[in-house]
C-alpha cells in the first residue's frame, strides 16, 4: 500500500500510484511517500523512479539493521525502529529516504505511527509547509515518546519486583524480573545507535537539516540520552534486586545449615554414649543396676542442656 501526502496547504495523504509520484517530480512538488508492505513492484518502482542505489535498495529490502545514518547518490537514508507500548510484539523497523523533494518511508507492516503523523501533517498546514525534514523530525520524535511510556512501565514493574524480592520471592518472580531486564537491553540497544545517528546530524557530518529546524533534532537527542539514562539506572535497580534475591536465598540456606550443625552437634555426645551403653559386654557397671536406665538418660538431658546453654552464650542460638 502507497500513500502520497504532498506538502502543501490543505493537503490530504491519499492512495497513490507511481503516476502520482512521476508527476509530483516532474511539477516539482515536494511530498511524502509512505509504503507499507512493499512487493516487488515496489522495489522496482523505487530503483527506477527515484533512483535508490544497490546496496541501500538491499537493506530496504531485508530490513535488518541497527538504526544508522548513512549518504548516497545525494539522499540520506536513515533506518528507524518504532516500539508500540501496548502490544508484545517485537519493534517495528522503517527505512527512510530524505532530501529536499521528497520523504520516503517504507515498512514491511502496517504501522500506527505513520498513520498518526500522516494525520497530523494533513491537519497542520504549518508543519507541513517545513518540508521533509521537519515530517521525518515527528516521525522520529513520536517513536520516542513511545520509549518513555515503554520505560515509565519498566519503572512499575521494577519497584513491584524489588519489593516481592524483599519478601517472599518465587521462581516465578525470579523469571520475571530476568524476562524485565532482557527487555531494557533490547530497548538500549535500540535507542543507543538511534542517539549516535541523531549526534551525527547535529555534527553536520551528514545533516540534511537546516538551521532552523537543528533545534527540534537537539531536543530529540536529549530525549534519547535520557531514555538510556533511565533504561541503566532501571537495569541497575534490578540488578540489585536479584543480588537482594541471592542474598536473601544465601542467608535462608546458612540458617539452615547452623540449625543442621547445632543439632548434629549435640547429637554427637549422644551417640558415643548411647553406643557405649549399646556394646554387648557381659560385665558392665550399671547392666544390673536399677537405676541405670534413669541415670544414662539424665546424662543426655544434662549434655543437651548445657551445650544449648553454651550456644546461647556464644549467641549461636
Not at 107 to 134: F, I
Not at 243 to 254: F, K, V
Not at 284 to 303: K, V
Request: proline share 4%; glycine share 6%.
Amino acid at each position: 500500500m502507497k500513500q502520497l501526502l504532498i506538502f502543501e496547504t490543505g493537503s490530504k495523504p491519499v492512495a497513490s500510484s507511481i503516476e502520482d509520484v512521476k508527476n509530483c517530480l516532474e511539477t516539482k512538488k515536494t511530498f511524502w511517500l509512505d509504503i507499507s508492505a512493499p512487493e516487488k513492484a515496489d522495489f522496482a518502482f523505487l530503483k527506477e523512479v527515484l533512483k535508490i542505489p544497490g546496496p541501500q535498495m538491499e537493506e530496504i529490502r531485508t530490513g535488518q539493521s541497527l538504526p544508522k545514518l548513512k549518504r548516497a547518490a545525494g539522499l540520506t537514508f536513515l533506518s528507524w525502529y518504532s516500539i508500540d507500548p501496548g502490544v508484545t510484539s517485537p519493534p517495528e523497523r522503517f527505512e527512510c529516504v530524505i532530501c529536499d523533494r521528497f520523504l520516503l518511508t517504507v515498512h514491511h507492516q502496517k504501522m500506527e505511527l505513520m498513520d498518526k503523523v500522516l494525520s497530523l501533517m494533513a491537519g497542520d498546514p504549518d508543519l507541513a509547509a517545513e518540508g521533509p525534514e521537519r515530517v521525518l523530525y515527528e516521525l522520529m520524535d513520536a517513536a520516542v515518546d513511545d520509549y518513555f511510556l515503554i520505560v515509565d512501565g519498566f519503572s512499575d514493574e521494577v519497584d513491584e519486583l524489588e519489593d516481592v524480592m524483599f519478601n517472599e520471592p518465587t521462581s516465578k518472580d525470579v523469571k520475571r524480573l530476568f524476562t524485565l531486564k532482557r527487555k531494557m537491553l533490547e530497548l538500549r540497544k535500540i535507542a543507543a545507535p538511534e542517539r549516535e545517528v541523531v549526534n551525527s546530524v547535529l555534527r553536520r557530518e551528514q545533516s540534511f537539516v537546516s538551521a532552523e529546524n537543528i533545534g527540534y533534532y537537539e531536543d530529540l537527542y536529549d530525549h534519547l540520552v535520557r531514555i538510556i539514562d533511565l533504561i541503566d539506572t532501571l537495569h541497575d535497580v534490578a540488578s540489585g534486586a536479584m543480588q537482594i534475591y541471592q542474598a536473601t536465598i544465601s542467608n535462608n540456606l546458612n540458617s539452615i545449615m547452623k540449625t543442621l550443625t547445632i543439632i548434629a552437634t549435640i547429637a554427637m555426645p549422644l551417640s558415643v554414649i548411647a553406643g557405649i551403653y549399646g556394646m554387648n559386654f557381659k560385665y558392665m557397671p550399671e547392666l544390673y543396676w536399677h537405676y541405670g536406665y534413669f541415670y544414662i538418660l539424665g546424662l543426655m538431658i544434662l549434655i543437651t542442656g548445657g551445650m544449648l546453654y553454651w550456644f546461647w552464650r556464644r549467641k549461636w542460638l
